[in-house]
């Protein structure tokens, strides 16, 4: 099992543009989340789903968008990026979300929005 | 709002030496504890699980300890290494999976 990959490692966004942050998993986990990271401050969710076709809002959802069409991919998307979304994002998994399971981190995304 | 502190913000110990790393949250209804290791530029690896019901849990020379009641969690390391040298994080698991993270203690241990 690859676990929980993301994709681009790295990236640089002018203000304004748009782009989406992959995020993928092969464990048939139904939970799956976003988070982003920023100095000084504990991780902090943005999104998560708790199955395909569900989704709902974290402590700091403004500024992204999710969606859930499938139970490997769970994509955030930037619709129009701020330098205030500077940070590094992770996505997790686990499965069953109404147990107290395991959360499987993916190796982040660094953005920095200029 | 559930608030999560660790105390210290960093660490420095030579080889050798047992350490213990706190964790603090200021609301008691939580499922479970995770402590995590983040390496500089890497993701999260999960060290410990502890489910609000149990006191501790062990995985080598890892021991993570969890008091609901008061709030807090330990997380004790035996006989540190170089290795061990990272940040460690701990999250409580509010509902649906959804973690409220510390800032971190980050650790260097010196051979």
């Keep these: 099992n690859a676990g929980v990959t993301q994709t681009p490692k790295f ?82 998994s686990s499965t069953n979300p109404g147990t107290s399971n395991e959360q499987y981190f993916g190796p982040g995304t660094r953005l920095t929005v200029t | 709002k559930q608030e999560v502190t660790q105390i210290p913000a960093a660490l420095s110990v030579p080889e050798g030496e047992n350490l213990v790393l706190n964790c603090s949250f200021t609301d008691s209804a939580i499922y479970n504890l995770q402590w995590f290791r983040q390496d500089p530029g890497k993701g999260l ?47 409580v698991n509010t509902g649906f999976q959804k973690l409220v993270f510390g800032t971190g203690t980050r650790l260097l241990v010196s051979p």
């Design chain 2, 45 to 91: 690896t999960s060290l410990l699980l502890i489910q609000s019901s149990q006191r501790e849990q062990t995985s080598g020379r890892l021991n993570a300890s969890l008091d609901k009641s008061s709030g807090r969690s330990t997380l004790y390391i035996a006989a540190s290494q170089p290795g061990d040298s990272a940040t460690y994080l701990c999250a």
């Design chain 1, 11 to 92: 990236q640089v966004l002018k203000t304004g543009q748009s782009m989406t942050l992959q995020c993928a998993q092969d464990m048939n986990h139904e939970y799956m989340s976003w988070y982003r990271q920023d100095p000084g401050m504990g991780l902090r969710l943005i999104h998560y789903s708790v199955g395909a076709g569900i989704t709902d809002q974290g402590e700091v959802p403004n500024g992204y968008n999710v969606s859930r069409s499938t139970t490997e991919d769970f994509p955030l998307r930037l619709l129009s990026a701020a330098p205030s979304q500077t940070s590094v994002y992770f996505c997790a």
